[in-house]
């Protein structure tokens, strides 16, 4: 019974060591009803530093450092199949925390499974590589691991979010500090507790809830990690990325996200409006990745637009725990007040809602953070809500006319994370995928991933790549070796 799932504790998991924090307390809120999950007490500074010395010395124990890659590749493996075990209790803890639907929490659970397998067998099948020799000398170029390397997860999908960075950190020959969202720690505690009962050697994961301000400024400036892998809001990477500049370390940035749809007038029309409602309002729109400018061709576009609003206000918004439902609460009051205001602002400058844009009120409501999917037509290109990324379920609609016209208005803006594109003409799709800059572009379909799929952004949207099999050596050095194979001296020392 879900019921009697008990919340993870109040204590960090600091380099394999359970223990109480020493920072300020985290209080974790169920969104549906506002009852308390747990309260926690975040790291400190010492608790940051503490970690970083555990992370240092286990990455460097023989015991790891000179570990075989299939033998660490082991270790991915059980936390996959520890992760599967327990999907039922991680969906619980997860929708909790978060206010996501079960079905999207086991999801989610079961994504973070797939990741940990697939990086074992990345680990195992990474080859190095023996370049083309310029003299009496073999010559090699090898990856190997950075050492110590932290990870910034975002609140909205965590379990998924943390799998995306640990799994390939540890199958590189790393030890990583994890640094949750405060707003949901909970599933991110859960996991350590999966992974070190694969007994992977103490140290080599910590996971510090925390402040961004203490938790994750120490992280990215601490002389001792050397790579911070974020995934969060713009404006914070940004001041992210020029703390690590100064001491010269690399980081991969997936930030925020303002992304087009486009609907052509030969779409499948059914096919698109399934497409727009999950890419837009799945989450109840908490995605970075989700579709919030949409492009329809003026030919269609009235009729549309009629029935995408219709099929938007026949969702079901409800309770995570209930199997209809399709948008779930918000994640925090504060939140749905940063949404709300973005629509209070499209309404200000001209906007016309033609759905949405009110808390659904009643029984089951009141007591929640919901908010109704939203649509909203005739807004200024230039106003905030066509402009800046809303993290919510509100939808901007604009007609276009010309192919041309599309590509610079779905380009007219800092992001460039993900696109979606609707036509029954897949060389128009990819004469369109190639002119939009934007990491990701879906034809026919949105929001789907896959793990062997290089992800990430371009323009505020972020740097480097998840995923794939660079995401390995995303978390590597590479180093060149040269091996003399000729046994004589070299001649200029004329001995």
Not at 26 to 35: L, N, Q, T, Y
Not at 234 to 249: P, S
Request: net charge neutral; charged share 20%; hydrophobic share 40%.
């Amino acid at each position: 019974m879900l019921d009697k799932i008990d919340m993870p504790r109040d204590t960090l998991y600091l380099g394999g060591e359970w223990r109480k924090g020493n920072g300020a307390e985290i209080s974790s809120v169920f969104p549906a009803d506002r009852s308390p999950n747990a309260t926690i007490s975040g790291a400190s500074a010492a608790d940051v530093e503490e970690a970083i010395a555990r992370a240092q010395a286990a990455a460097n124990a023989p015991a790891w450092k000179r570990l075989k890659p299939h033998e660490r590749a082991g270790y991915l493996y059980r936390i996959s199949e520890g992760i599967a075990r327990n999907v039922d209790r991680i969906s619980y803890i997860q929708t909790r925390d978060t206010g996501k639907t079960l079905g999207e929490t086991r999801a989610l659970a079961m994504s973070a499974a797939g990741t940990f397998r697939y990086f074992a067998a990345v680990c195992e099948t990474e080859e190095d590589q023996i370049t083309p020799s310029r003299g009496d000398y073999l010559t090699l170029s090898r990856w190997e691991p950075i050492g110590v390397v932290a990870a910034i997860t975002p609140w909205n999908s965590p379990i998924a979010s943390d799998a995306q960075k640990i799994a390939p950190a540890l199958a590189a020959g790393n030890a990583v500090i994890l640094k949750p969202a405060s707003w949901s720690p909970l599933v991110s505690l859960e996991l350590a507790r999966i992974i070190d009962e694969t007994d992977l050697p103490k140290g080599l994961l910590s996971v510090l809830p925390g402040s961004g301000s203490v938790v994750g400024d120490l992280l990215v400036t601490h002389p001792a990690v050397g790579r911070v892998s974020f995934t969060g809001g713009t404006a914070v990477g940004r001041a992210l990325a020029r703390k690590a500049a100064e001491k010269l370390m690399p980081v991969s940035l997936e930030l925020g996200g303002k992304s087009p749809t486009i609907v052509f007038a030969d779409a499948d029309i059914r096919q698109t409006i399934a497409g727009i409602l999950f890419g837009i309002f799945s989450s109840s729109g908490q995605s970075c990745i989700a579709g919030s400018r949409l492009y329809v061709e003026r030919a269609i576009y009235r009729e549309f637009v009629e029935q995408l609003v219709a099929a938007t206000r026949a969702l079901k918004v409800g309770h995570p725990f209930e199997a209809s439902t399709q948008v779930a609460p918000l994640i925090h009051e504060d939140h749905r007040g940063s949404v709300e205001r973005f629509i209070a602002g499209a309404r200000r400058d001209g906007g016309n809602i033609l759905a949405g844009g009110q808390r659904p009120t009643g029984a089951g409501y009141d007591e929640g953070i919901y908010l109704e999917p939203t649509i909203i037509a005739d807004a200024d290109p230039a106003s905030e809500i066509c402009r800046e990324e809303v993290f919510g379920p509100v939808l901007a609609v604009f007609p276009f006319d010309a192919e041309e016209d599309v590509i610079r208005a779905g380009n007219d803006n800092d992001y460039g994370l993900a696109c979606g594109i609707w036509t029954r003409d897949v060389v128009k799709a990819l004469r369109v995928g190639r002119d939009i800059t934007a990491g990701t572009i879906w034809i026919n379909t949105y929001k789907q991933f896959s793990i062997s799929t290089p992800f990430g952004g371009m323009k505020a949207s972020g740097v480097g790549r998840e995923k794939g099999r660079d995401g390995l050596r995303a978390y590597m050095q590479q180093k060149s070796y040269y091996i003399d194979t000729s046994g004589a001296p070299l001649p200029w020392a004329g001995v």
